[in-house]
C-alpha cells in the first residue's frame, strides 16, 4: 500500500501574461523505506510537484486538479483539499512529511541558534519540556553525523559549513520522525565528498526509520545511487516512470534516452562530441501542442507517416505501462489498434 | 506485457573523434607558473590588526602547452578562482611568477608587469564566467555586449563591429539576427555563448573558463561542451578550464591538475590521472562521484571529516587528517611537489610506493543509455 499516492496532480500558475502548467498531469506513488527519484531539468516542476504535496505553492500558483492522497490509519486523507493555512495540513508538513531544501542558507533563521530552530521544530510536534527537547535535538545532530553536537546547537547557520548546515537542516526535518522525507536538490550546492556524506546519511537513516524519501535531483548520478524507482520529469508532465535498472539499461523515452547520453561521464571517451538534444526547453507560455517533446524529439511521428492516424504534433499521449512498474508516455508504444482517446481526438 | 509498436533505436551514431592532441600542440609553453602564492590578509577589530593569512594558493606550479586544454578542479573553496584571477593579473599575486608567452614571441611576466604593459596583454588572454545570468549587463544589447571589447581595443567603425559581431554570434551558434536582443530574451545556454562570442573577440590565445558549464543543464551542458572543444580545433585556443565536476574534466581536458587547501596535489595527464591516480586525495575525489549507473552502485565509501580551513592548513601534509594512508612524517613534514614519472607530479610522501584505485576508463564504454 502505498503511504502517498499523487493523481493526475496540476498546479498552474495564472497570471496576465499567460499560464504556467507547472505541474501537468502528474501521476506516481511513494512507499515506506524506498526512495523515488524525480528527475528533469531546469523548469520541468520537481520543485513545484513537492511543494504541492506540501501545500506550499507560491501565489498565483494553484492546484487546479488531482489528487494528493497520504495514508493514514489505514484510509486516505487527500492534502490537495486542504486548507493550505489550515491545522490538519500543518500536522502533516514538517511532522508526517520532512523537508529538506537545496539551499540550507535560506532554511534557517540567521539570527537564533541552529539549536534554538531545531528544538523549536522538535517542541511543535512533540510535547517535550524544553530541557528533554534540547536532548532530543542533541540525540538528532549525533544522529546525522554532527561531532560535538551540544557546541554546536549554540551556533548559528551561518558559522556552519556547507556541509554541516545541510547535516543540520535534515535533523531539523526529522526532528518529528517523518514517514516521509522529500529533498529537493539536497546536495546540489555541496561538493562531491560532502555530497557522498549526505547520501550516506540518508541512506543510512531510511535504513534505520524505513521512512520514505522523495528525491528530487537534475544529477543522473546521484539517482542511480540513491533511488528505487525513478520519475522523469518534462514540461510538467511525467514522461517516464519505473525501477531504476530499467531507466538506466533500458529507457524508454526519447528524452530519458537522449538525456542519459548527454551526460559526459568520467567513464566515456574523453574529447568526443557529445549527443546532444536538438533545440532548447520550451519557453511555459508557449507550450508544444501534442506531446510536449515533440519538437526536439529525433523519432517524432508526423500525422502522414503515422500507422493509426495517431501523431506526436496533435495527440497528447498518455501513461502506457510497457512492462510491471515500468510506464512510459510516447506514441511509440501504443499498442496495435488501441483507439484514441475520445478527448484526444477532439483536440485534433 | 502485451505488443508494443515500435521499439525506438537507441544506438548512437559514431562520433568523429576530435584532432588528437599531437596535431593540436604546437609544443609551445605558453603559460608557466612557478611558485605562486596568494594570500589574502585577515583583518580584526577597530584598529584592523592583521591577524592572520588565508592561504587562497600556497604554492602552485604548472605549465599549459599552447593549443591545449589543462584542467583546474577541486572542492569549493580550495583556490581554484583566485588562481585564474592571479594569472589574468586581476588581483596581484603574493610571490611567484606567471610567464606567459606573448603573441611576438616574448616571455613576460604577467605577476610582475606594470599595468601599462599589461594593456596590450589583456586582448590575448580573455575569461569565460560561470554564470551566464549576472556576467552580462542587462541593459546593453548583444552588440553590446560582444561589440564592448572590440570597441575599447580600437574597432570605432560601427559597421565595422556589425560584420564582425555578426561572425561571432555565427561562430557560437547563435543568430545574427538577434544581436539587438537583450540578455533576458536568451536562454542560460545561449548567454553562455554571447559570453563565449565575447571573450573571443579580439582573438585571445589563452581563454581562462571559470566554471562555464556548472549552471547548466545537462543537455545545454553538452551543447556548450561540443562548442568549446570545436572552438578550440578550429581557433587553436589553449584553455585553463576550472570546474568542480570530474565527468565534464574528464571530457574536456588534456591534462587534470588537482587541487587541494590552495595546493595542487597531483598533475598528470587525463587518462593517467584517471586511471591510476597516485595521489590519495584524487583517488577519494574519483571514488566519490556518484556514477549514472545503478550497476555500480554501493562501491563508494564516502571520504571522512572536511576540507581544511585555509586560513589554519594543518601540519605536515595538509590532507593528512583525512587521509587513510598517512603515516607520522605526513603529520610532521610537508611533503614536496614531486614528478614521480614523465608528466606525472604529486604532492605526497608515500606517492611512489601506494597503488590507488582508479576509474576503469575505456574508449569502449559507450554511456549507460546504450
Ligand atoms: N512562484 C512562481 N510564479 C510563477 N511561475 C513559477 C513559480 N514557481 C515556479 N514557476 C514556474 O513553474 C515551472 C516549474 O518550476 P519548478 O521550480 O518546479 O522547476 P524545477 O523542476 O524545480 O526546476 P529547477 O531544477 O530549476 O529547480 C517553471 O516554468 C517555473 O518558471
Ligand atoms: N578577496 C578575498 N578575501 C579573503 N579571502 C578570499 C578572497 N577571495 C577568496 N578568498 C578565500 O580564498 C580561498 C579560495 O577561494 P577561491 O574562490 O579561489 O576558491 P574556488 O576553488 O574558486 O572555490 P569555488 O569552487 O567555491 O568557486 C577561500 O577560502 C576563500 O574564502
Ligand atoms: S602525504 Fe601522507 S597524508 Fe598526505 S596524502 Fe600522502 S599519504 Fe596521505
Ligand atoms: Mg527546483
Ligand atoms: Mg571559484
Redesign the interface.
Known amino acids: 500500500m502505498a503511504l502517498l499516492s499523487v493523481r493526475d496532480l496540476r498546479t498552474y500558475f495564472v497570471a496576465d501574461e499567460g499560464t504556467t502548467r507547472a505541474v501537468d498531469g502528474a501521476t506516481f506513488d511513494l512507499y515506506a523505506g524506498k526512495t523515488l527519484g524525480i528527475v528533469g ?2 523548469g520541468c516542476g520537481k520543485s513545484v510537484t513537492a511543494r504541492s504535496i506540501l501545500r506550499i505553492v507560491e501565489r498565483p500558483g494553484r492546484i487546479v486538479s488531482g489528487e494528493i492522497l497520504l495514508q493514514r490509519d489505514g484510509g486516505y486523507i487527500d492534502l490537495a483539499k486542504l486548507d493550505p493555512d489550515g491545522r490538519e495540513i500543518r500536522r502533516v508538513r514538517g511532522g508526517e512529511i520532512g523537508l529538506v531544501f537545496q539551499e540550507p542558507m535560506t532554511s534557517f533563521s540567521p539570527v537564533h541558534t541552529v539549536g534554538d530552530q531545531v528544538i523549536e521544530a522538535i517542541q511543535l510536534h512533540r510535547r517535550l519540556d524544553k530541557a528533554r527537547a534540547r536532548a532530543r535535538a542533541i540525540e538528532l545532530f549525533r544522529m546525522v553525523g554532527i561531532s560535538r553536537p551540544e557546541g554546536r546547537l549554540d551556533e548559528y547557520s551561518w558559522q556552519l ?4 548546515r545541510q547535516r543540520a537542516m535534515i535533523a531539523m526535518a526529522l526532528a518529528a520522525e517523518p514517514r516521509l522525507l522529500i529533498a529537493d536538490e539536497p546536495t546540489t550546492a555541496l ?7 549526505i ?2 546519511l540518508l541512506r543510512d537513516l531510511q535504513r534505520k526509520t524505513h521512512m520514505a524519501i522523495m528525491l528530487i535531483t ?8 540513491m ?1 528505487d524507482d525513478v520519475v522523469v520529469m518534462y514540461l510538467g508532465r511525467v514522461v517516464e516512470h519505473g525501477p ?2 530499467q531507466i ?2 533500458a ?2 523515452h ?1 528524452y ?22 536538438s533545440g ?2 520550451p519557453h511555459p507560455f508557449a507550450r508544444p501542442a501534442g506531446c510536449p517533446f515533440h519538437p526536439r524529439c529525433a ?1 517524432v511521428m508526423a500525422c502522414a507517416a503515422a ?1 493509426d492516424g495517431v501523431c506526436c504534433d496533435h495527440h497528447e499521449p498518455e501513461l502506457i ?4 512498474g515500468h510506464s512510459v508516455s510516447c506514441h ?5 489498434g488501441a483507439a484514441v482517446p475520445l478527448a484526444l481526438e477532439s483536440a485534433r | 506485457m502485451s505488443t508494443i509498436v515500435t521499439p525506438p533505436p537507441t544506438a548512437v551514431p559514431p562520433q568523429p573523434p576530435a584532432a588528437p592532441l599531437r596535431e593540436r600542440l604546437t609544443g609551445q609553453i605558453l603559460l608557466d607558473v612557478k611558485d605562486l602564492k596568494k594570500y589574502f590578509v585577515i583583518h580584526r577589530g577597530f584598529l584592523r590588526r592583521t591577524t592572520g593569512y588565508v592561504r587562497a594558493v600556497d604554492d602552485v606550479s604548472f605549465q599549459i602547452q599552447e593549443g591545449e586544454t589543462l584542467a583546474l578542479v577541486g572542492e569549493t573553496g580550495c583556490g581554484k578562482t583566485t588562481t585564474s584571477r592571479c594569472i589574468l593579473r586581476a588581483i596581484d599575486p603574493t610571490s611567484g611568477q606567471i610567464l606567459f608567452r606573448t603573441e611576438s614571441g616574448k616571455t613576460v611576466d604577467v605577476a610582475t608587469i606594470s599595468k601599462r604593459e599589461l594593456r596590450p596583454l589583456r586582448r590575448q588572454m580573455q575569461m569565460i564566467f560561470q554564470d551566464p545570468y549576472s556576467s552580462l549587463n542587462p541593459r546593453m544589447t548583444v552588440l553590446d555586449i560582444i561589440g564592448e571589447p572590440l570597441l575599447v581595443n580600437g574597432v570605432k567603425s560601427r559597421r565595422e563591429r556589425i560584420d564582425r559581431v555578426e561572425e561571432l554570434m555565427r561562430l557560437v551558434r547563435l543568430r545574427p539576427e538577434y544581436m539587438r536582443r537583450f540578455p533576458h530574451a536568451f536562454s542560460g545556454g545561449q548567454r553562455q555563448r554571447i559570453g563565449i562570442a565575447r571573450a573571443l573577440a579580439l582573438h585571445p590565445k589563452l581563454v581562462v573558463a571559470d566554471e562555464p558549464v556548472s549552471a547548466l543543464d545537462v543537455s545545454v551542458q553538452a551543447q556548450t561542451l561540443n562548442l568549446l572543444l570545436e572552438l578550440q580545433n578550429t581557433l587553436g585556443l589553449t584553455y585553463l578550464f576550472v570546474a568542480h565536476n570530474l565527468g565534464v574534466v574528464k571530457h574536456i581536458s588534456d591534462r587534470v591538475a588537482v587541487m587541494y587547501v590552495g595546493q595542487i596535489a597531483e598533475l598528470a595527464e587525463r587518462e593517467a590521472l584517471f586511471r591510476s591516480p597516485k595521489h590519495p586525495y584524487t583517488a577519494a575525489l574519483l571514488a566519490s562521484v556518484p556514477k549514472p549507473d545503478p550497476r555500480l552502485r554501493g562501491q563508494r565509501k564516502p571520504l571522512p571529516g572536511e576540507v581544511a580551513n585555509p586560513a589554519a592548513p594543518p601540519t605536515g601534509c595538509y590532507f593528512h587528517p583525512r587521509c587513510a594512508f598517512a603515516v607520522e612524517r605526513c603529520k610532521v613534514e610537508r611533503p614536496a611537489w614531486e614528478q614521480i614519472s614523465p608528466g606525472h607530479w604529486v604532492r605526497c610522501h608515500r606517492a611512489r610506493e601506494l597503488t590507488l584505485p582508479g576509474i576503469e576508463t575505456s574508449s569502449t564504454v559507450a554511456p549507460a543509455a546504450n
Open positions: 531539468e531546469t559549513s556547507g556541509g554541516l561538493d562531491v565528498t560532502t555530497q557522498a556524506q547520501l550516506e537534475h544529477d543522473l548520478g546521484v539517482i542511480a545511487e533511488a531504476v535498472d538506466f539499461h529507457p524508454k526519447p530519458t534516452q537522449a538525456l542519459l547520453r548527454s551526460i559526459p561521464g568520467i567513464q566515456h571517451e574523453a574529447r568526443v562530441k557529445l549527443p546532444t538534444i532548447s526547453i523519432l500507422p505501462t510497457v512492462e510491471e511509440l508504444y501504443r499498442k496495435k
